[in-house]
C-alpha cells in the first residue's frame, strides 16, 4: 500500500511559514521549491530535522526543501491539501468544469505550445534556403547550404523526441520512450527493410521521423503505467525499477502495437 505523505506535506508547509507565506511551488528531481512572500518565517531547524526531509536550503530566490526520490509524491501530497500555486499552471489540472472537447483542446495546446517557436524558426529557415537557391545565392550541394538545412529540418526529423519531451511535462511522467523510436538500429532496420520479431511476435516497422501520434499516445500511455508502477513498487526500489519496467514494458509496445496503429493516422 502506497504511503501517505499528508502528514509531511502538512508539517513542510506549516514550517516554511503556512500557505498564506507561499507565492508558488515547483518540484526538480529530488526537491520542493518554495518561492516565498517573506523567507524569515521559514523554521529552517524545524524543517531541517522533520523526518522525510533531508536538509532545506535557500538558493535562487527559493526556499528549497531536499525530499529525495519521493519529492513528487510529497508535491502532490502539498497540492492537495493546501492552495498553494503550482509553479507552472499549464500544469495544474483543473477538469472539474470541462467537457471533454475542451479537455483534448487543453492538452493539445500544452503539448504543441512549447515547441512552437522552434517549429516556426525552422520553417523561415528552410523558406529563406528555398529563396537562396532560387536566387542562386546557394547551392544544394554547398557545405553552408546542408549545415543550414540540417538545422531547419532536424527539428522536424526529430520530432518525436520533442514531442515526447513536451508530452511527458503535459501527461507528468518521465520522456524517455521517444529516444528508442529513433535509435539508429532501428531506423535501418526499416530504411533496408529487416524483419524484425519480439518473442516471435513479428514487428511491423515504420518511419518515425517526423511523426506525431505514435510518440504522443505512447507518452500517454506511459504516464498512466508510471502511476500504477510508483504505486506498487516499494520506495526503496522505485528510483530504478520503475524506469526498467516502463522501458521494458513500453518501447516494445509501442514498436509493436501503438506506433503501427497510430501510422495509420
Do not use: W
Amino acid at each position: 500500500m502506497a504511503k501517505d505523505y499528508t502528514s509531511l506535506a502538512k508539517k513542510i508547509v506549516e514550517n516554511i511559514g503556512g500557505e498564506n507565506n507561499v507565492i508558488s511551488l515547483i518540484h526538480c528531481a529530488t526537491r520542493l521549491r518554495f518561492k516565498l512572500i517573506d523567507e524569515n518565517k521559514v523554521n529552517m531547524d524545524v524543517l531541517k530535522q522533520t523526518e522525510g526531509v533531508i536538509t532545506v536550503m535557500k538558493a535562487g530566490g527559493q526556499v528549497q526543501v531536499v525530499i529525495g526520490n519521493k519529492v513528487d509524491t510529497v508535491y502532490d501530497a502539498v497540492l492537495s491539501c493546501t492552495n498553494i500555486n503550482a509553479g507552472n499552471s499549464e500544469e495544474m489540472e483543473d477538469t472539474g468544469n470541462k467537457n471533454l472537447l475542451n479537455t483534448l483542446l487543453e492538452t493539445i495546446s500544452g503539448i504543441f505550445s512549447p515547441m512552437l517557436g522552434v517549429m516556426c524558426g525552422a520553417g523561415m529557415l528552410k523558406a529563406l534556403l528555398i529563396l537562396c537557391t532560387t536566387l542562386n545565392i546557394l547551392t544544394a550541394d554547398m557545405g553552408t547550404y546542408k549545415i543550414l538545412y540540417a538545422a531547419a529540418d532536424s527539428v522536424f526529423n526529430f520530432m518525436p523526441i520533442i514531442l515526447g519531451y513536451t508530452a511527458a511535462k503535459k501527461f507528468k511522467c518521465n520522456p524517455f520512450i521517444a529516444m528508442s523510436l529513433l535509435y539508429p538500429t532501428m531506423t535501418a532496420a526499416y530504411s533496408e527493410g529487416t524483419k524484425l520479431t519480439f518473442l516471435t511476435i513479428p514487428v511491423t516497422l515504420v518511419s518515425y521521423a517526423s511523426s506525431v501520434m505514435p510518440i504522443i499516445i505512447s507518452v500517454y500511455v506511459q504516464s498512466k503505467l508510471e502511476k500504477l508502477l510508483k504505486k506498487i513498487i516499494p520506495e526503496v526500489c522505485k528510483l530504478f525499477l520503475t524506469p526498467l519496467l516502463e522501458l521494458s514494458i513500453m518501447v516494445p509496445a509501442t514498436f509493436l502495437v501503438i506506433g503501427p496503429f497510430m501510422d495509420k493516422f
